[in-house]
T-cell receptor
């Protein structure tokens, strides 16, 4: 079974600064996807960034980038130029095909509450 | 327009009540999901429907009964729940169950008294 660990329950950062959220995972799979989701107070889970395990290049989406270390099974999220609207719970997630190949299964970490201070 | 709409937003029910949660997606997707989000725990997958057929039941107690009448609508029927069932119930959809991009609704916050 896959596990996803987010070791930082809470973090804070000053507006305009950079913050890095940590995530490690455990799997014996070689092909999989990794995600960071954001859940603001509106509660809707929003996809922030996605990484395919077979790609060595780190994914980037505007101010959001990841540091994907496949051998270390580490997938951290860096948020640059933090904005007040970035305040949210951030969830790291792992996805692979199930053994039957019919579904993708998404496994989440417990989340990190990020607060951006003015 | 979020694409995935869940109603009601909040629900309080007694242990003997019967209620239903509704999810509707306007994205033309064929797969729909129910997730449970409890405090201090990771999100847990409950059910998966692909082209209206249930393809996953993650050992969910029978007091939770899903229904998927078509690819755009998903229900979760609740009866004789327990207080530990209090949680945020999130619906999601994707193009197919083999597509890795999920779109989530804003959830129903359920309190069982």
């Amino acid at each position: 079974a896959q596990t996803v660990t987010q070791s930082q329950p809470e973090m804070s950062v000053q507006e305009a600064e950079t913050v890095t959220l940590s995530c490690t995972y455990d799997t014996s799979e070689n092909n999989y996807y990794l995600f960071w989701y954001k859940q603001p107070p509106s509660r809707q889970m929003i996809l922030v960034i996605r990484q395919e395990a077979y790609k060595q290049q780190n994914a980037t989406e505007n101010r959001f980038s990841v540091n994907f270390q496949k051998a270390a099974k580490s997938f951290s999220l860096k948020i640059s130029d933090s904005q007040l609207g970035d305040t949210a719970m951030y969830f790291c997630a792992f996805m692979k095909h199930d053994s039957g190949g019919s579904n993708y299964k998404l496994t989440f970490g417990k989340g990190t509450l990020l607060t951006v201070n003015p | 327009e979020t694409g995935v709409t869940q109603t009601p937003r909040h629900l309080v029910m007694g242990m003997t009540n019967k209620k239903s949660l509704k999810c509707e997606q306007h994205l033309g997707h064929n797969a729909m999901y129910w997730y449970k989000q409890s405090a201090k725990k990771p999100l847990e997958l409950m059910f998966v429907y692909n082209f209206k057929e249930q393809t996953e039941n993650n050992s969910v107690p029978s007091r939770f009964s899903p229904e998927c009448p078509n690819s755009s609508h998903l229900f979760l029927h609740l009866h004789t729940l327990q207080p530990e069932d209090s949680a945020l119930y999130l619906c999601a959809s994707s193009q197919q169950a083999t597509n890795e991009k999920l779109f989530f609704g804003s959830g129903t916050q359920l309190s069982v008294l």
